[in-house]
């Protein structure tokens, strides 16, 4: 076979332009003028996620730094799920801003490994002060093959079993500590005309996190890890199929709010179902806690959220403290940039991205920043319970589990959510579901 | 009975081509001589669209065809595979049901939109003021954009938080965007809801083309209300017909932005026509191989459609459709 070598701009524009020919319209084509390799001066471009609280705080943390006088950071935001395409088609056309917003893992691998981002290690080495200000293991999503290609960032994610407190109590439940309680829950909500579980399914990744804490409650941690490794047949594990069918036993149950097939996560409609009173229970991000703050009037402030762990399954081998999530926020050095940029960009990690002004800002939005030393300022928040529970539940864990969108490579990522939403409708078997994502391990 | 036209050319005398592009009626024969000589002028008017179209449309799609025979992840290297990927996408279950989608999509939105189109353009080809007035309301839908109807509507067919649970009508009260059925009634109906101003528009002005004389003449003979339409409105607007048709059999065969927003393809594979698949196996996937691949298919498919429904008009499609008036 023949390797042929085509320029990859000129073969982003020739794709972009045949999707604006053959898409009569889509919000694809490349990024604007912004960002990419031919900017010089002191400035340096920055993408990242919308959506509150992290909007304002990451939009004040970049006015700070710019104020210091040391750089500019042009900053844009971007909808979650958009950006997630939107990133790599611009990375792939050499337009990437000089700081990227990702989650580490896999796809910050496949852009490690084409060397799209920057190795920061001998920068980080020679200014340990500022890898030391994080906790130790926050630095494991952000290293491929023993070198450090992402900056954390922001807070700790796990994802976490919310409760609407005052939903629970009107149908006469505790939050679900095993499988038998949540079944039971479900029921009573059903019975009670409240939605049991809100979930945000046309997203998929808000389903899959259901899959994650699923397949360690009946298989452990050891199962994903095995996936995650890519070792071959990993996916026929018994406990993918059991997985599979605890969903069926959800699904059977009538387990999650009407209409969840077509509800995005973008909107936030599922977080509304909960501050609504309309739903009783949520598995999401530890982020939805701010959302929920923000959003939700004084829900939140009521006391009225409640949080807990996933239920543990009878006879499974996870434990109770296992967590699954995302370890950190991670932003990248684009290698495309230009040497000016780099250095404002460097000078911006060390001295803008996680300040004591920002970490006391996630605090008080109700996250758990990823920096040593916030005991004190966790216990003095409005928020202590969630975040010292949070807090400790990180330090306790016997197993953080990173996202399996994130873990895995990109192209297998999305195999997995497509297979994903299927379970979810029903659509496909457990076997079925093992089968079509073993497939996705020989690639 | 448009035969008369192009039948009647060979018979038309020698001394019409001897003026060249003189002054004087412009008939189908003065348009052949005009063909023969090629000026400087001509080439020159005709550049800058061909530029732009051998830019923008030609050389994307020789680099399309060139990347459908490729792997690529779209940030690594391009590699060479030969036709791996046509034989994953021409494999793949999700291509034929894409296929099948699209195919049913065309249909539906067709036989939807375009009685609906001329009705509406007939009615509003009236000169009353009410109608003036309920078309600036009609053609509304056209200065929205895609992306906001498609966020509009999905705000208001929540089904927790949208006008039929808030109006708390029962019947209106279904999983509007999450069942795999009703779904596509929904979108039939926002995509129509789009689409048919632009196609009533292009009705309405061709209705006002109609001369006055034909209905007065057949009033004489004693036609009615109804009779005229069928037998003069339709009639006169075959051409219009042909051109509306070609741009929603082409529009929706690459439909993809409102489809997008909304569902995503969902739920499941649902509504994931053949241009979202492409999308989103391009895209998402990262198999960049595989979607050129199925780029290429739905060009051709969308070219065949599109000569295809010219064909329908015949070859006559440049003779007069005014004979007799």
Known sequence: ?443 | MTSAGPAAIPAVPERHRAPGHGGGPASATSVRVHKQRLHLSHVLFALPALLFFLVFAILPLIGVLALSFTSWNGIGAIEFTGLTSWTDALTRETTWRGLLLVLFMIVATWLLQTPLSILLGTFLAGQQRYRNVLAVMYFLPMLLSSAAIAITFKSLLDPNFGVPAGLELEFLQQNWLGDSTLVWVALLVIIAWQFIPFHTLIYQGAVRQIPQTMYEAAQIDGAGRVRQFFSITLPQLKYTLITSSTLMVVGALTYFDIIFVLTQGGPGKSTRILPLDMYLTGFRGNEMGVASSLAVILVVIGLGLALGVQRLGGKSSSASQLEGA
Not at chain 1, 264 to 288: E, F, R
Not at chain 1, 393 to 407: I, K, V
């Open chain 1, 1 to 443: 076979m023949k390797n042929i070598q085509l320029t990859r701009r000129s073969m982003v524009g020739a794709t972009l332009g045949a999707s604006a020919l053959t898409l009569a319209a889509c919000g694809t084509s490349g990024p604007g003028g912004s960002g990419g390799s031919g900017g010089g001066g002191d400035s340096a471009s920055y993408w990242a996620l919308s959506g509150q609280p992290n909007e304002t705080i990451t939009e004040d943390t970049v006015t700070a730094f710019n104020e210091l006088g040391t750089g500019t950071i042009d900053l844009t935001f971007f909808q979650n799920d958009a950006y997630k395409q939107k990133i790599r088609t611009a990375i792939g056309a050499g337009e990437a801003p000089t700081v990227i917003t990702g989650w580490g893992g896999g796809g910050l691998r496949t852009y490690a490994e084409e060397e799209q981002v920057e190795d920061l290690t001998g920068w980080l080495d020679e200014n340990s002060e500022v890898k030391e200000r994080f906790i130790e293991s926050v630095w494991e999503a952000a290293t491929v093959d023993d070198k450090i290609y992402a900056m954390p960032t922001g807070a700790a994610q796990p994802i976490v079993m919310f409760h609407n407190k005052t939903v629970l109590e009107d149908i006469g439940v505790e939050a679900p500590e095993s499988w038998e309680d949540l079944l039971d829950a479900i029921e009573k909500a059903n019975s009670a005309g409240v939605a049991p579980i809100a979930l945000a399914g046309q997203s998929r990744w808000t389903s899959m996190m259901w899959l994650e804490y699923l397949l360690d409650r009946v298989g452990g941690a050891e199962v994903f890890a095995r996936i995650a490794a890519g070792e071959p047949d990993s996916w026929l594990d018994p406990a993918v199929v059991e997985m599979g069918t605890k969903v069926e036993e959800l699904l059977a149950a009538k387990a999650f709010a009407d209409g969840f097939e077509s509800m995005a996560a973008d909107s936030n409609t599922d977080q509304a179902l909960m501050w609504s009173d309309k739903a009783a229970l949520m598995l999401h991000g530890g982020w939805t806690f701010g959302g929920m703050k923000s959003g939700g009037g004084t829900f939140v402030q009521d006391g009225r959220l409640g949080f807990g762990p996933f239920p543990t399954i009878e006879g499974g081998k996870g434990e109770l403290t296992n967590l699954v999530g995302n370890p950190a926020g991670y932003v990248s050095l684009s290698a495309a940039a230009s040497d000016a940029e780099k250095e404002v960009a460097k000078t911006f990690f060390a001295d803008g991205l996680m300040t004591d002004a920002v970490s006391n800002a996630l605090v008080e939005s109700g996250s758990v920043p990823v920096v040593q030393g916030q005991d004190d300022a966790l216990a003095a928040s409005d928020d202590a319970e969630y975040l010292q529970w949070i807090y400790s539940s990180l330090q306790e864990t016997p197993a953080f589990t990173q996202s399996w969108d994130q873990a895995l490579q990109p192209t297998a990522a999305e195999e997995l959510l497509v297979n994903t939403e299927q379970l979810f409708l029903g659509k496909l078997t457990p076997e079925q579901f093992a089968e079509n994502m073993n497939a996705t391990l020989e690639g």
